[in-house]
């Protein structure tokens, strides 16, 4: 069985495994010790914080074996994405040719620099080791950072959003960064996902030209990224999809890669989550859920069984479960069907 | 042979001319009531009764036997009517020194920048007569007459030269940009803009810059470049002191060349010196000559050397020109070699 | 009075003379580290050992005294390093027959158009000296080295021309467009600029197109005009063929001048003859006169008359130039009044 | 009492003097005979046409007092904006202007042509003569154009606009088009809204640049008129706030009006209503409420005193009621709270 918490300072050789392993392009899971303590430093301050809005928080979790301790994936969540620097994105616009006198009247896709985004709660982090992938607990490890939110609605902005990582081949290489940025830039882009790292996101965004590109003049290989996402990013794609998050329009600024954004409110899991009473109990036969207590330092996910009674607003779990979730008879608790 | 301003009883042979051209020569259509309007708009702007932005002088090159062989024109005032469209070609940096990065990008603004500007245009020569400078005659004259008459035109001088297509027609530039923003073939693109339509396709052209680098490798190649049989065309008017100065045709990229109205060779050095009779040099060389009258401009050719008390003019001149001995006539050597 | 090349042991007098103009001129900083620097680049273009984005060539005025009372400079080719920015001033046309609508406005587009170009700066004068041509040979010595050793520099050469402020420093173009952009005083970021730190602030400035009608009516009026004080320099380089392009300044929208090099009237008509044994004539003129020596190049002036065989040059005036009779020299007259 | 109910050809007449009352700014009741004959005609034919998407549909409706036949106001629904001809908007944006060497951040506000909202539900036609305004008939004109929309949503958008008129003063003058507009045409506003009536919006739209216009270089009143409602217009504006539309992010490009927009499903009439059966009995005492009948041809609403039974799903009205209703005992009803 598996736990969703809060990461720890003590979990760093672990997250750096993980962070190892994780592919180009995920650059919120940095293969640096330094920049991953700084992280679980600061999700370790932002759990303690008393905030009532969302700012600069940043939500780190990690997914624990119970029996092991072993850590097997990584989740997180930003506030407020360009709380410290611009989030920037293309956005995927038309603009509308029109001549009156010939009858034509042509729509020209551009990408527009923006930053639109910005304020939005950002879905960072994902990765879980392969034999957890396309199980339950890859659900859990994306879906309970959507408890998270359910649980302390206060603390997170009215949409959420996460960047996908786009396509780029064997060698490291993007037909969308080759297509476009390299145009201003002339590095390659693990290069530039390298200075990324180091410098910051908003660093080679601000290099960017502020004119609309057009989209018709890029190379086919460029054109056919757009909007596209790295095979190695399907998993925590499908997973927001069927959460109801739309596709259509921003894109990565480095590769091209899809972004996808909802409505805080209109995501399956936050409107369809109910807020229970905990009772211990038996469960045998119950349905498999999705469970979140809705506290912060002792924040806990997992999966399991889970009887509702939706008429007392009660959920009864086993005593097992119970202490898994850091809940005791009478506290609340988050329940999504998976 | 001589040019001279046309008149409404040229119609005939004007459309003649244009019939003989076949197709293609999309200013000069086989189009009775076009050409009819041509020659109104003509004969309006000497009269001084065209508004500036309409204002179109049309010359014709007369043959002995009487015939039109040839025209050419000056627009007094482009883009005073319907926008004028050029891509100004320009230069982006991007550079970071923090990141090691220097970047040095081509890009194609859109612009109306030549409104108001004169244009050299309408030039068309039967190809029997091109020979014997007759070409060189038909296109300086113009430039005798904006000596004479500076106040009639803008101060800047343009001429947009034809730019690089392929024997079908087909011009990489075209089919690299302009394709992608309407689903045209550059000709009929090419005809739309000819019979004075360019501000409606300018409509669907982009009008944010563009990267030159987003281009094909053959349209960056040919931007600002001519058609190889524009080249005499472009010599002839470098040669006259126009050049490039970054504005290039929308469609295939083709150079506008420019020149301050002052400075081009033939009205900067030409003379108004008095009708000499005529004596034959060994030194004699070709001077373009023009009898200075707006309403009845004529220029041609003479062979003949330059005197303190004027130029000495062969009876035969004299008379294409109208002019007697002692009259006043600009002349300005031929070209600059010939000086 | 002579211009020369500038050498290491001329920091102190360099120093001086900086300290002297009190504040303000931001390309002469009495700063010893930074004067030191702007020597050794100097000294090292001449050797051929600065990289071309870097070369600038920094000459001095030399008195009777020995004292350095002047200062000018050509840097080889701009923006190679970090982006130089310009505002270019475009023509927008919005237009539509069918609503019987026409308006012609100017934009101004952000544009790195002169990188690569060669430009004349840092041109000092001490004010006890402004007179007797001294300005003019200070300035014009330039050219003769661009004639001299034109492989070291770009074909088309700029100046900057300072636009208008008033006498507290206030730039009306500046208050309308570049104080919306960033909180800052036109004379902070005039020393920004003027310290090297262009790009950056360039950074702040609108990307996309400006409609000048938006700016107020003082901004508009100063587009391409030069302060009252630059008018002598501006007058000084049209004399010598620099015109304005459209290019201005993105703070104070002063004009930037451009001239290809070999169309500079000094280098076009400056000529390389012998140095002659010198005799008075009645008509004699200034001449510009270079002693043609990279590693000591020496420029001063001379009242001479040109003979088919080489120029007569004085004794003193070829102490200056460390030449003797028969020696080569470059010679142009001072300025085009004088031919 | 007042019925809203789908305009017939026969109210050309009193649509006309409507139409002549109606405030400068308002091109959707334009004084022309032919062309008010023109939009009641294709709003006969959308109410009877059989469509399963929102295509080219208008909806046009008039309030009648049911007492004398004498019409008060009208309101429309426009299925898809930008069906017929691109809709044209106005996007505030900010721009970031960084340079780290100067340690400046700055956020500048631009103004982006943009046709975002194409495909968008638009309201419009909105007036009410002045004896009814701010009376429960102006929310009946306004809200049961939303019930329109909850009882066919096959028929509308995702996501529904309005456009407010902006300002402009007595003689005319609308001080955003006097700052921006004019710049490119010299023509005065009560000119440009004539042509806009004749020639149609995007006409003036595709003359406009492409070029984002930067809100700090416009004169004052320009930028003040930014998002501003006319007086005259804050009736239809405030129901529609009050509805949870929201106001940031749209303008006009005439006239500088805030353009507001809500999520179909967020609208709090549509989230709000409730379907249930009629029952024809007492309602004495019962709260007043908003009525709506399902049918298209026949589609009535008033407000008036009715019963709902949420666990049996019924509505009980009088007979009165239930004939201006244009329904028997058994049909469909919606009802929402005023």
Known sequence: ?338 | MFVRSIVAADLASLMALARSTGVGVTTLPANEERLSRRIDISERSIAGTAPRQDANYLFVLEDASGAVVGTSAVAAAVGLDEPWYNYRVGLSVHASRELGVYRRLQTLFLTNDMTGVAELCSLFLHTDFRHSNNGALLSKSRFLFLADFPERFSDKVIAEMRGVSDDAGRSPFWESLGRHFFKMDFSQADYLSGIGNKSFIAELMPQHPVYVDFLSEEARAVIGQVHDKTRPALSMLQGEGFSYQGYVDIFDAGPTVECALKQIRAVRESKVVTALPHHTQADDITYLVSNRKLSDFRVCLVRSRMTPAGLPISPEALSKLNLAVGDSVRAVPLSAREE
Not at chain 1, 55 to 76: C, I, K, W
Not at chain 1, 101 to 115: A, F, N, R, Y
Not at chain 1, 178 to 207: P, W
Not at chain 1, 228 to 240: D, K, N, R, T, W
């Open chain 1, 1 to 338: 069985m598996f736990v969703l918490r809060p990461s720890r300072l003590t979990d760093l050789p672990a997250i750096e495994r993980i962070a190892a392993k994780s592919p180009v392009g995920v650059t919120s899971l940095p293969d640096n010790r330094e920049r991953l303590y700084a992280k679980i430093e600061a999700s370790v301050k932002s759990f303690e914080s008393d905030v009532c809005g969302n700012g600069e928080e940043t939500y780190f979790l990690v997914l624990e074996d119970t029996r092991t301790g072993e850590l097997v994936g990584t989740s997180g969540v930003v506030a407020s994405a360009g709380y410290q620097e611009p989030f920037y994105n293309y956005r995927n616009e038309t603009l509308i040719h029109a001549s009156r006198e010939l009858g034509v009247h042509s729509k020209i896709h551009v990408l527009s620099l923006c930053h639109d985004l910005t304020g939005n709660t950002l879905l960072t982090s994902f990765y879980i080791d392969e034999p957890y992938q396309y199980t339950e607990w890859s659900d859990l490890l994306s879906r309970a950072r959507l408890l998270l939110i359910a649980g302390h609605p206060q603390r997170f902005g009215d949409s959420v959003v996460s960047e996908m990582v786009g396509l780029s081949d064997e060698q490291g290489n993007s037909p969308f960064w080759d297509g476009v940025g390299r145009l201003f830039f002339d590095i390659d882009y693990a290069q530039a996902e390298l200075y990324c790292g180091i410098k910051g996101r908003s660093f080679i965004a601000e290099l960017l030209p502020q004119h609309p590109i057009y989209v018709p003049l890029l190379p086919e290989p460029a054109q056919e990224a757009i909007g596209q996402v790295h095979p190695a990013a399907m998993l925590p794609f499908e997973i927001l999809i069927n959460e109801g998050f739309e596709t259509e329009r921003y894109i990565d600024i480095f590769d091209g890669g899809c972004v996808v954004q909802a409505r805080t409110a209109n995501i399956r899991t936050i409107a369809g989550h109910r807020r229970c009473r905990v009772e211990i109990g038996e469960t045998a036969g119950a349905p498999v859920q999705l469970l979140a207590n809705r506290k912060l330092t002792d924040y806990r996910a997992t999966v399991g069984a889970a009887v509702v009674d939706e008429q007392q607003g009660t959920v009864r779990l086993s005593q097992t479960l119970a202490d898994v979730l850091c809940v005791v008879a009478g506290d609340a608790l988050l329940v999504c069907a998976l």
